[in-house]
């Protein structure tokens, strides 16, 4: 078959002329959309899929995330899909919290009794975050934390070659609980490694990947993420 798509696609041969013509024209097939038409419609499809997130996030997922959580204040909120919880561990949420898009939570049960993940009040994660706790992850309140920032306390293999070649799980010590303090905004794409403590009032650009600790009211960007002069 794909001797004859190639054939088709480099002959000069009127069929074959044809048949690219035919194959552009229905790629390029377009219909008008009249607004007195069209316009109904997109308002019903709006208002339908609304009415199916609602549903959804309503009674479906917010009460399941709820159910995985070891507990939550008012207010609690998620988006429309479920979010992915791996593992046995803590979730602790305070006041007005949204959770919201699909986010991945995954717990270790090597390094701690209970590894824990606490999100304080009036505090949003944005869609598509990952959060790996061995040991916790504390999260202050009236934090702003964007798509797809990864957090993770334990980097889940050792260092040495040998024993990562070996399958052996990684060094007790290396498992560094992270702390991000009250009034923090962390940008979209954001890596925060082991072991960091993002100070109170600071910002992380997107895509910074922050393998130190952050002074209180700092700016830091790139990779590795460094403080920003004047700041």
Known sequence: MPSVFRQLATSDHPTAQLA???YRGI??????????LFVPVLYLVLFL???Y??????????????????????GVRTGPFLHWVDGRGRIVLGDDVLVDGKCNFGFAARFAEAPTLTIGSHTGIGHNCSFAVGKAITIGEHCRIGQDVLMF????????????????????????????E??????????????????????VAAHAVVL??????????GNPARRMAGV
């Open 182 to 203: 009250r009034n923090v905004w962390i940008g979209r794409g954001a890596v925060i490694f082991p072991g960091v403590t993002i100070g109170e009032n600071s910002v």
């Open 212 to 221: 130190a600790s952050v002074p209180a009211n700092s700016l830091v960007i």
């Open 53 to 74: 997130y609602f549903v959804a996030r309503v009674f479906f997922c917010e009460p399941l995330f709820k159910a995985y959580c070891a507990s939550y204040g008012k």
């Open 27 to 36: 790629a390029r097939f377009s219909l008008p959309a009249p607004r007195v």
């Open 153 to 180: 306390d334990s980097s889940g293999h050792p260092s040495d070659p040998a024993a990562r070649l070996a399958g052996a799980p990684p060094d007790p010590e290396s498992v560094k609980p992270i702390v991000i």
């Open 49 to 51: 899929r609304e009415v």
């Open 20 to 22: 690219r013509r035919s």
